[in-house]
């Protein structure tokens, strides 16, 4: 069956430009997260939506990034006014388990450069 | 703060020996604890776990060993193979605080030599 997907690939962008990121999970899972790996780091957790509940969002690292799930599916994350330190990968995992971390899927992430 | 911490950046190993990757935490209300493996241009896949009421776990050619009183955990892979070529993610979580959100650590990139 189909994995994580995301979109798109590749993104450049000039400083302050907006950009939008979207993830799309595997179907039928519940908890959706978002993750990012800048340079020589680990991967970041950002934000964590469980079905209808209120997103965990206690890994955005300023109030220029936003995440929404639609319909308990699709998710877009969004940077507004990008820097050049939000230059990363961007990773979206989902899983059908939350209280299992290992049924976490990635998708392959996202590569942003904001020049 | 790096709750999670991974400090060697790499790792080259030859072909049918033993690979050994450390990893130290910081957060004592970790209970659960992760090995990913990642190859380029993919996201990480899961490889193995143990629950912080075990000390080992293993799963063939892999076993992860945990030290609570230390805070540590290692990975070995045994005997290492040429596929085995990646980086590899220690990441820790609290299952029932936090939703399995993951704390991952920075890395090691192991490289096995035929």
């Known amino acids: 069956g189909a994995g994580v997907s995301q979109s798109p690939s590749n993104k450049v962008t000039e400083k302050g430009k907006d950009v939008e990121l979207r993830c799309d999970p595997i179907s039928g899972h519940t908890a959706l997260y978002w993750y990012r790996q800048s340079l020589g780091q680990g991967l970041e957790f950002l934000i964590y939506f469980q079905g209808n509940s209120a997103p965990d969002k206690s890994g955005l690292p300023s109030d220029r990034f936003s995440a929404e799930r639609t319909g308990g599916s699709v998710s877009t994350l969004t940077i507004q006014r990008t820097q050049q330190e939000d230059s990363a990968v961007y990773l979206c995992?989902?899983?059908?388990?939350?209280?299992?971390?290992?049924?976490?899927?990635f998708g392959p992430g996202t590569r942003l450069l904001v020049l | 703060d790096q709750q999670v911490k991974q400090n060697s950046p790499s790792l080259s190993v030859q072909e049918g020996r033993i690979s050994i990757l450390n990893c130290d935490y910081t957060?004592?209300?970790?209970?659960?604890f992760l090995w990913y493996k990642k190859y380029p241009a993919e996201g990480p896949t899961f490889l193995i776990s143990i629950s912080s009421i075990k000390d080992k776990n293993e799963d063939g050619r892999f076993t992860v060993f945990l030290n609570k009183s230390a805070k540590h955990l290692s990975l070995h892979i045994v005997p290492s193979q040429p596929g085995d070529s990646a980086v590899y993610f220690c990441a820790a979580s609290s299952l029932y605080n936090q939703g399995g959100k993951l704390i991952f650590g920075q890395g090691t990139e192991l490289s096995v030599k035929p």
């Open positions: 995992a989902s899983s059908s388990d939350q209280l299992r971390a290992e049924t976490q899927y």
């Open positions: 957060n004592s209300m970790f209970d659960y």
